[in-house]
């Protein structure tokens, strides 16, 4: 039986050994068939790929595409000196002046998420913001991402919902109580404040964060004009305000947005982690804050923003809810506040750096104040401009539109395709792309402002007597205020509060940069400075227009 059995086990075991061996066999013909065939399966999959991937790299004339990760290894690379980078990649192309990429580089995904067209050719800037206007909408990525903050507001709609709001608006800024208002805030904050914290660095020979105070400044004019209400966070004591830290949190968070794959956000949002949580905290202060502007507006309206547009009725003849009052005042106060501030930044950076053209505003200056308010050099320095007195300096407008033709303050913008289309230059634009205009590398390609565009000369902003502002026949050779239906509301306003400004600073200083300081760009949706532009202050001893001229 034993034996019986051992037998039987060991026939068993050769049964079995015999039967693994063959299974092994097949297992092994098996796998290296599964093997092959996966093989020749990447093998297909690969070389369809490369073959799908040549194709479209082929199309593609920007930066160096790889396959998988499209240009975004040229792009980090470049993160530091975005803007820069994209005016190269526009100057590579020669005369095209456009370029296209792709950072997703995927079948089905390649066409839309991730494919960029980038120019900066004003014919195709027109195209997109006037002739084919419609078909380039802000978009769903951007009004998804601006939602929170900006609901449906001017800055942040498309279609009926934005046009309405434009029509309205668009009254309330060509009025001259509006121009007043805003000469009133900005005037103010430059006596009671500016001057006072300007003064006491000139007398302690202590230095300012110029961009710090100007931010500052603008913030406190724009809440002025929109809701009749100044924040000062503009005092000798640089105070927090809650309000404009939570303004500045919740836009900061809202960047990040527009920056980062959709993915991230949506799921910090659903966590209440990160850069979402503290937006939502935010948009809280926001919320009470604007509550209270409204209802103080609503027992005391004045000619502020907030107050006209409390006047207005909606398209079925009710006033507007009190929600969308705020939404609306909001979008204003982030369409004016760092815009005229970072601006005015590069402005006094640039003419610290070109002590000519500082003599020459300083000159007109001087000649305007000397007709209006007589020889006493006092006067001239004792209140800010009026706004004819405004009117009339050419050369510094001439010197703030050059600012902005080589430091626009917002210098890139986006729009989304609807639909197939084709650029005047031939390129095409698929349905769902995104189509990027440089405004940044407008103002610095020679076959647009010729040889010396890389230099700062207002004089190329003048009537050839030299009396006129003059911009370029050609509206899209500048765009740092937009063009076409969605053109800057505040163009005007703006000019007006950078020219007092400025006029302020340089007739009473004279402006030296603090030694080693570094003056660089942020690399955000605005220009800022990123550490800031710190300066010395000295006080200026003004010549009479006659003397400057014998000089
Ligand atoms: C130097 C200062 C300024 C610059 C460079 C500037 C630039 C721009 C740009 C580029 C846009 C288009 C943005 C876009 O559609 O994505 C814009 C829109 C707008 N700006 Fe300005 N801006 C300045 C000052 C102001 C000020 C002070 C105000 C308000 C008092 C203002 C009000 C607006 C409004 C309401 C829009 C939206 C127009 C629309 O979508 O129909 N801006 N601005």
Not at 71 to 88: E, M, Q, T, V
Not at 118 to 124: L, Q
Not at 336 to 347: C, E, I, K, M, N
Not at 383 to 388: N, P, Q, T, Y
Request: aromatic letters at 12%; hydrophobic letters at 40%.
């Amino acid at each position: 039986m034993l034996l019986d059995f051992d037998t039987s086990l060991l026939n068993y075991g050769a049964i079995t050994f015999s039967q693994y061996g063959s299974n092994q066999s097949v297992i092994k013909v098996q796998f290296t068939m599964d093997s092959l065939s996966l093989f020749f399966a990447l093998a297909a999959a690969f070389s369809a790929y490369f073959l799908w991937f040549y194709l479209l790299a082929r199309d593609l004339s920007g930066p160096k595409l790889w396959p998988f990760v499209g240009s975004l290894p040229d792009l980090i690379k470049n993160r530091n000196r975005f803007h820069d980078w994209i005016a190269a990649n526009l100057r590579a192309t020669g005369g095209s002046a456009t370029y296209q990429t792709c950072i997703i580089p995927f079948p089905f995904l390649a066409r839309k998420e991730g494919f960029y067209t980038v120019t900066c050719h004003p014919k195709n800037i027109e195209h997109i913001l006037r002739i084919r206007f419609d078909n380039y909408p802000k978009g769903p990525k951007w009004q998804t991402a601006f939602h929170d903050l900006l609901g449906q507001g001017i800055f942040n709609s498309d279609g009926e919902t934005w046009l309405m709001q434009r029509k309205t608006a668009a009254l309330e800024f060509t009025t001259r109580t509006l121009r007043q208002a805003m000469a009133r805030w900005v005037n103010r904050t430059i006596k009671n404040r500016l001057w006072c914290i300007l003064n006491k660095a000139a007398k302690e020979n202590i230095s300012v964060d110029l961009q710090e105070l100007l931010l500052r400044l603008t913030f406190d004019n724009i809440c002025g004009l929109t809701f009749g209400k100044d924040p000062e966070t503009l005092s000798p004591e640089l105070p927090e305000n809650p309000f404009a830290i939570a303004f500045d949190t919740a836009t900061e968070a809202t960047m990040h947005r527009i920056l980062y794959p959709g993915i991230i956000w949506r799921t910090q949002k659903i966590l209440s982690i990160g850069a979402e949580k503290r937006l939502k905290k935010s948009l809280q202060v926001v919320e009470n804050y604007m509550n209270d502007a409204v209802a103080a507006r609503k027992e005391n309206p004045s000619d502020d923003l907030l107050s006209r547009f409390m006047k207005k009725l909606d398209a079925d003849g009710n006033p507007i809810p009190i929600h969308v009052l705020q939404r609306i005042a909001l979008n204003f106060v982030l369409a004016g506040r760092d815009t005229s501030s970072v601006a005015l930044s590069w402005f006094f950076w640039l003419v610290m750096n070109h002590p000519h053209v500082e003599d020459k505003i300083v000159k007109e200056i001087s000649t305007v104040l000397k007709e209006t308010r007589g020889d006493d050099q006092q006067k001239w320095v004792d209140e800010a401009l009026d706004f004819d007195e405004a009117d009339r300096l050419v050369y510094l407008k001439a010197a703030l539109a050059e600012t902005l033709r080589l430091y626009p303050s917002v210098p890139q913008d986006f729009k989304y395709a609807v639909s197939d289309d084709i650029l005047p230059d031939g390129t095409f634009i698929p349905a769902g792309s995104t189509v990027t205009y440089s405004i940044y590398s407008v103002g610095r390609m020679k076959t647009i402002w010729g040889e010396d565009c890389m230099e700062f000369k207002p004089e190329r902003w003048l009537s050839v007597q030299g009396d006129r502002f003059e911009p370029p026949k050609d509206g899209y050779k500048f765009v740092a205020f937009n063009a076409g239906p969605r053109t800057c509301l505040g163009k005007d306003l703006a000019y007006l509060q950078m020219k007092s400004v400025a006029a302020a600073v340089l007739l009473r200083y004279r402006l030296s940069l603090v030694p080693g300081h570094l003056v660089e760009q942020k690399m955000s949706l605005t220009l800022f400075l990123k550490n800031g532009l710190h300066v010395f202050l000295q006080p200026r001893k003004l010549q009479t227009p006659e003397v400057a001229t014998k000089a």
